[in-house]
């Protein structure tokens, strides 16, 4: 605390300003700086959630590390990443470039696109869960045979269905920020290309693209690190079934938490959430010289 | 239109971007977009088309008729089932956890944001905005072992206040960015004259910073709110009783109830998502600018 009172203004008068800071501090350190280091601690424990806790050394990382379920729901969890990923980029990048047309349908379009944001997962998991399925769902009604599977019933279907799902939800939001990032890029550069000659395609290749790097990695990295929480979605949707097709880590952790009672290999699964998370951001600041936070505080 | 999509951040388009102009990309022809555009469409409001019209179906009439086509006999019957079961007590309280959470945790945000821009000299300030930055790119699910033991040890398990605390410190991060963001904008003058008019760091905080950023504020509060009111693992691991339900986990829940029963089911995500339809309806720009919370750059 006694950075408080040691670092004081430029004038030399005692300030306030550390103590503003001071309320989200305990907030934020309170619930998500020691649970963080709580759930690493944890993970060295046996505890079935309601009992006594006990130190138990690496018993719970064992449990977890020889279990053949992790290398499994790490798996899923990476696949549900990329895929999601190799979907919503493209489609949110052409999306959002059609959207930062200034005719006036198209405003009216993003006021619909927008909508499924306002759903919580778990009303869409509950929609989606109806609409699919196979007697009266979306595909029955209409005839279709290629409609009325049994989405939620096979395991590359319902994967499939996830992707699809989480797309449906997020698209609209990456598009948004596309649409920013493209309305930014100066009109100069497309003059100049279009004096040269360069058709739409190369246009799009050689200036829109290129503009747009530090928002795809802005955009990217939201897609990565948020799919490491597509727990809500996926728990009302899927269970992680069928069988354990769509069990992301954040599942795993969820089931053998507060299912199986098992808190010690469920913190270890946590602790590797957190590490993925961390190496992830990492990764994409690497990749980009930047990451989405440090983004919004350059040219400060 | 899609200018007024940007507007809300006014101060923050301006002179530091390259170029920037509105609408700039508004002549060039973009078949595949255009053709992107119109089928997300399709692909957006067909489900959102058949939640509505099927939950204005009679059950029976739901496994007679074709999915798509409107109800013959539009029924409120379903809407109805949902109120009997407790839907005003889950609605409420929905409103007092994002309520709660949301005002102190944009006012903590606040101060926090306002500090850690004026005191950036400061070792302590930039050290709390590094953590800060850090529960950024932490999946902060991934603490829900640990505040489950914390809510129980304070003895709030099963009760409001056990997910109104972690969902104020769920929040912080992303809202002292985006306002310290903002009140980074504010001309440097203005404080400096607050000043020499003998005003406090706490009086230039209500009196200046705050009104000026009054946009990034709300657009804080909104996206907050989204967040909070559709929130559902806290829920899910903090409560038990159906007393201490929220909207999100009284879905889930209706869904094992009556299962069967897809028009009433759909009427309920329709009741627990209209708020926020409303919401949408009269604060467009600023829920849409809240969605996105700059990161648009």
Do not use: C
Request: charged share 10%; no cysteine; net charge positive.
């Amino acid at each position: 605390m006694s950075a408080l009172t040691s670092s004081t203004g430029r004038e030399g008068r005692r300030s306030i300003l550390p103590w503003l800071a001071v309320p989200a501090l305990l907030f934020f350190v309170g619930f998500a700086v020691v649970p963080l280091v709580g759930v690493f601690v944890l993970s060295f424990t046996t505890w079935d959630g309601i009992g006594t806790i006990h130190l138990s050394g690496l018993t719970s990382w064992r449990a977890v590390l020889t279990n053949p379920g992790l290398p499994h729901a790490l798996w899923v969890t990476f696949l549900v990443m990329a895929v999601s990923w190799a979907v919503q980029t493209p489609a949110s990048i052409l999306l959002g470039t059609f959207l930062a047309g200034r005719q006036r349908y198209r405003a009216v379009l993003s006021l619909i696109y927008f909508v499924p944001l306002l759903l919580s997962s778990a009303a869409i998991a509950v929609a989606y869960r109806a609409l699919l399925d196979p007697n009266f769902g979306l595909g029955a009604g209409l005839g279709f045979e290629w409609l009325s599977k049994d989405w939620l019933g096979r395991p590359w279907l319902a994967f499939g269905v996830v992707v699809f799902v989480v797309s449906w939800q997020f698209v609209p939001f990456h598009s948004l920020i596309y649409q920013g990032g493209v309305q930014q890029i100066p009109q100069s550069l497309y003059e100049a290309a279009q004096l040269d000659g360069a058709g739409q395609v190369r246009q799009f290749f050689s200036i829109t693209l290129p503009q747009l790097k530090y928002t795809i990695i802005t955009s990217s990295t939201l897609m990565v690190i948020g799919s490491l929480t597509f727990f809500d979605l996926i728990f009302v949707l899927t269970e992680g079934g069928p069988g354990d097709a769509t069990r992301v880590l954040a599942l795993d952790m969820y089931k053998r938490g507060f299912q199986a009672d098992l808190m010690g290999p469920a913190s270890a699964i946590a602790v590797i959430l957190v590490l993925m998370g961390l190496a992830i951001a990492l990764l994409l600041r690497r990749l980009g010289g930047r990451d989405a936070g440090e983004s919004q505080l350059e040219g400060v | 239109m899609t200018t007024t999509l940007t507007k809300p951040r006014p101060q923050k388009t301006a002179p530091r971007e390259r170029g920037h102009r509105p609408g700039a990309t508004a002549r060039r022809r973009n078949w595949l977009g255009g053709l992107a555009g119109w089928l997300w469409l399709a692909v957006v409001v067909v489900p959102l088309y058949w939640i509505l019209i099927t939950s204005l179906k009679a059950r029976s009439d739901y496994y007679a008729s074709n999915p798509l086509a409107p109800p013959t006999d539009p029924t409120l019957d379903n809407y109805e089932l949902v109120f009997e079961s407790d839907f005003i007590s889950y609605f409420w309280n929905s409103v007092v956890v994002t309520a709660g959470a949301v005002v102190p945790a944009v006012a903590v945000s606040f101060m926090a944001a306002y500090a850690i821009v004026r005191g950036w000299r400061m070792r302590f300030l930039r050290v709390a905005n590094g953590m800060f930055l850090m529960g950024l790119a932490i999946p902060l699910q991934a603490t829900a072992i640990p505040v489950y033991l914390i809510i129980i040890k304070l003895q709030l398990y099963d009760s409001l206040l056990a997910l109104i605390l972690p969902s104020i410190a769920f929040a912080i991060p992303l809202s002292v960015l985006i306002l310290a963001n903002f009140i980074r904008d504010v001309p440097k003058e203005l404080f400096d004259s607050m000043r020499v008019d003998g005003a406090t760091e706490w009086g230039t905080l209500w009196r200046l910073a705050a009104p000026l950023t009054r946009p990034a504020i709300l657009t804080v509060t909104i996206f907050n709110a989204l967040t909070i009111w559709n929130g559902f693992l806290l829920p899910l691991i903090l409560t038990q009783s159906p007393s201490q339900r929220t909207l999100p986990l009284a879905l889930w829940t209706f869904q094992g109830e009556y299962g069967v029963n897809v028009p009433a089911l759909l009427a309920a995500v329709v009741l627990t998502t209209l708020p926020l339809i409303i919401l949408y309806a009269f604060g467009r720009r600023q829920l849409l600018s809240g969605l996105t919370a700059g990161f648009s750059r």
